[in-house]
């Protein structure tokens, strides 16, 4: 028997509880693992309230980042060995697996090695900031040395992926967030400037920052009437991903600005890039290439046991963290 966290109903953190569940062996294509640590992710308290994409069938498994040890792996498995140390990458949907355990289940495409001198913790908080940020603003959006870039939402671990990919590229990151509470450890994290949209004019700061040029990109996981300012401030031919939806009214879109710049307004999904194996096969080697050489590092915003994932949840849903957070197993 394995602790496995699960749900029997919707709701809040509280819904959370751990079971004892016997874990199956791995059919062809499918590694178990012995769980090290797991990553947090706001897609998952979206799942447990009922805000996701689909319903979940009770009990229901939740979780996409994992590290730890292969145990067993199924039928025809070259690429692991048992005792390999591997993290997961968020390549699946959670009516098929789920990574909150003690023992877990999962598919050898979403199966990567641990990479070299990074401890579990690190390894489960890695893939799903790195690989959303490196879909859009290398895969898609190939952003060059030089350009600016303005990264919404800048203190979560996604945005501070960002802002490290931005400068291991030779680009500028410009860290947007609502107050200057959080300012300083952005400026820390690598941002080469912070707006504060609540206290400062967008537009104003984004033309000084690049002498009247614009932003070439936008990345967005908020949405709402701030994507107005937001397209204003990029550049003739800019692009804009939105790829969360954390205000889910509609976006305000000023129409003269978007055909006066030739503006790309793009919906970006992190499975975009892990449904097709050539896509998720370069961004585990640009990522990897990047942490091994220390240019790329997950920051850890706090650690929780196991035994109290409800407690950590209800850190996530709060916003006070700068990072990841990680259950140790």
Do not use: C
């Not at 693992?33 to 947090?40: E, R």
């Not at 730890?68 to 048992?82: A, H, L, M, R, W």
């Not at 107050?179 to 537009?203: F, H, N, P």
């Not at 050539?278 to 990897?288: G, P, Q, S, V, Y």
């Amino acid at each position: 028997m394995s602790k496995v966290v699960r749900f029997h109903r919707i709701g809040g953190p509280e819904v959370l509880q751990i079971d004892e569940v016997d874990v199956r062996e791995p059919d062809a294509g499918e590694v178990r693992i012995k769980v090290k640590a797991l990553g947090l992710n706001r897609a998952e308290a979206m799942y447990r309230s009922g805000q996701y994409g689909f319903v979940p069938e009770m009990p229901a498994i939740l979780g996409y980042e994992a590290a730890g040890t292969v145990e067993s792996i199924g039928e025809g498995i070259t690429e692991y060995d048992v005792g390999d140390e591997v993290n997961v990458i968020p390549a699946f949907s959670f009516a098929d697996y789920g990574m909150y355990g003690e023992l877990v289940i999962a598919p050898l495409h979403a199966v990567v090695m641990q990479p070299a001198g990074m401890t579990a913790v690190e390894g489960a908080a890695t893939w799903m900031q790195f690989v959303t940020a490196y879909g859009a603003l290398i895969d898609i959006g190939k952003l060059q040395k030089g350009e600016t870039v303005l990264i919404r939402a800048a203190s979560s671990s996604v945005g501070l992926a960002a802002i490290q990919i931005a400068n291991l590229v030779g680009a500028v990151p410009v860290a947007l967030t609502r107050t200057s509470e959080k300012r300083q450890a952005l400026l820390d994290a690598g941002a080469a400037y912070v707006i504060a949209t609540e206290e400062q004019d967008l537009v104003t700061e984004v033309n000084r920052i690049t002498d009247g040029k614009g932003a070439r990109m936008a990345f967005d996981p908020v949405g709402g009437a701030e994507v107005a300012n937001i397209l204003r401030s990029l550049s003739t031919r800019g692009i804009f991903f939105q790829y969360g939806a954390l205000e889910t009214g509609d976006m305000s879109i000023p129409v003269w600005e978007v055909l006066g710049k030739n503006l790309t307004i793009r919906g970006y999904q992190l499975f975009e890039i892990t449904q097709e194996p050539e896509r998720l096969n370069r961004a585990k080697a640009f990522i990897t290439r990047g942490l091994e050489a220390g240019a790329l590092h997950p920051l850890i915003a706090k650690t929780f046991p196991l035994a109290q994932i409800v407690e950590a949840h209800q850190y996530m849903e709060s916003n006070a963290q700068i990072g990841k957070i990680v259950i140790e197993v």
